[in-house]
Nanobody, 123 residues
Framework: QVLLVESGGGLVQAGGSLRLSCAASGGTFSTYTMAWFRQAPGKEREFVARINWSAGTTYYADSVKGRFTISRDYAKNTVALQMNSLKPEDTAVYYC????????????????WGQGTQVTVSS
């Protein structure tokens, strides 16, 4: 059973930075796509970034491109999301997700989800 556990959320002022981490266990992740999604109050869950575990290729939502960086650490089985130049509109619960094959931005194809971590950006 794949288990994803996020950490690193918190409260930050606009322009600041946060680093989220997702610890993955219970699977062989070489073929996986790992992603971050977020959901703000009253809004649908939206794609943020994804990374192919083996190739390391990445893709970002336009809203975070140039500010966020997704990465993975083989040795620690973790996926990180470095968030810089944060804006109030980045406030949301951030979720780590995993798909056991190549996946893109559609949340419905990701089989495994973490519990989420709150990110709040004050103006």
């Amino acid at each position: 059973q794949v288990l994803l556990v996020e950490s690193g959320g918190g409260l930050v002022q606009a322009g600041g930075s946060l680093r989220l981490s997702c610890a993955a266990s219970g699977g062989t992740f070489s073929t996986y796509t790992m992603a971050w999604f977020r959901q703000a109050p009253g809004k649908e869950r939206e794609f943020v970034a994804r990374i192919n575990w083996s190739a390391g290729t990445t893709y970002y939502a336009d809203s975070v491109k140039g500010r966020f960086t997704i990465s993975r650490d083989y040795a620690k089985n973790t996926v990180a999301l470095q968030m810089n130049s944060l804006k109030p509109e980045d406030t949301a619960v951030y979720y780590c997700a995993a798909a056991a094959r190549r996946a893109y931005s559609d949340a419905s194809v990701y089989e495994y989800w973490g519990q989420g971590t709150q990110v709040t950006v004050s103006s």
